[in-house]
């Protein structure tokens, strides 16, 4: 039987669509690996378990959360920049690690080409907070107490480049002020300099603070977001305390080695999403002082668009800064 070129062509067209079908259709055929770029224990190993065993359930296969950490996390990062395009290496990251050390260290990948988006999972914004004497009870009372006194006050930090202290930069650049910073080995250390009474203040996330404010062991001053935290709904927002867009999120992402192909970032993005719509998920993340993004930020399209906007936002701030990790 003679075919027409038309049906060729067609015959053609659904021959090459064969393997992205079969490809679809067969992955995950093994297990997935979900690269934490910290220890376990911290934050980012816990909501990457928290998503795996979700995933694992929705998708049939194991989701294996491997541990790789160094250097801020550039090193777990660059494992998965590096990895085969397949769906079989995805990067739990943050905020931190995609956008900041992006502006702090030489890395030999681009965190924005060089990684295929997935999705947004959550937030930790950050938490202006001081010791209980601290003659302020206000963000108003806080910028007037830093003001009265330039470079003495001083805020402990987790180390150089770190949250805490790229977000006490972006404080001081947007109020005006001027004091030291004091690193510490971690947010346990920094935390107990505070309660002790060695610095004034920090930067902290949730996690940590939340327990020390609800005691009044600590005072806290504001939430460095647009909306409370239902942990702590009497904490104002920089917004509502007086100061404006003194915004902080160390926010949460999944991403993929770039070139992944588009029906296997679809299948991931499908499966995360309906990890962060699963009740006992969103329970999790919360009892961590995480918050969630609506489900219009949560495609891969929307995260490449707010890391790019992110990335505009902190880079010239880390840059006009100088940090410098040696």
Request: glycine residues 12%.
């Amino acid at each position: 039987m003679k075919l027409s070129r038309r049906r060729w062509l067609q015959l053609a067209a659904g021959a090459a669509a064969l393997p992205a079908l079969a490809r679809a259709q067969t992955w995950p055929s093994r297990p997935v690996t979900l690269v934490a770029p910290f220890p376990a224990g911290g934050p980012v190993d816990t909501i990457a378990r928290i998503l795996g065993e979700h995933m694992q359930r929705s998708l049939g296969q194991p989701f294996i959360v491997e541990n790789v950490a160094g250097a801020a996390g550039s090193i777990g990062v660059g494992r998965v920049a590096r990895a085969a395009p397949d769906g079989y290496t995805l990067l739990v990251g943050q905020w931190s690690t995609n956008i900041a050390n992006a502006a702090i260290y030489k890395l030999p990948y681009d965190t924005l080409t060089d990684l295929q988006p997935i999705a947004l999972l959550s937030n930790n914004p950050g938490l202006i907070v001081g010791r209980p004497s601290l003659p302020a009870n206000d963000l108003k009372g806080l910028i007037a107490w830093l003001k009265a006194d330039p470079g003495k006050a001083t805020q402990g930090t987790s180390g150089v480049g770190g949250f805490g202290h790229i977000g006490g930069v972006f404080l001081q650049r947007v109020t005006g002020t001027t004091y030291q910073f004091v690193p510490y080995r971690g947010a346990a250390p920094m935390m107990q300099g505070l309660l002790g009474g060695q610095v004034d203040m920090l930067i902290d996330t949730p996690t940590t603070s939340i327990p020390q404010i609800r005691s009044g062991a600590i005072k806290g001053f504001a939430v460095m977001s647009k909306t409370r935290l239902a942990a702590l709904p009497d904490l104002p927002t920089v917004d509502e305390a007086g100061t404006r867009e003194l915004y902080l999120l160390q926010w949460n992402g999944v991403w993929a080695p770039k070139g992944t192909p588009g029906d296997i970032v679809t299948k991931l993005n499908k499966a995360v999403v309906g990890a962060m719509a699963d009740p006992a998920v969103r329970q999790k993340h919360s009892d961590l002082g995480q918050e969630f993004y609506p489900p219009e930020m949560q495609t891969p399209a929307a995260l490449g668009a707010f890391q790019k906007t992110e990335m505009e936002k902190w880079r010239p701030i880390i840059s006009g800064a100088n940090i410098k990790v040696e």
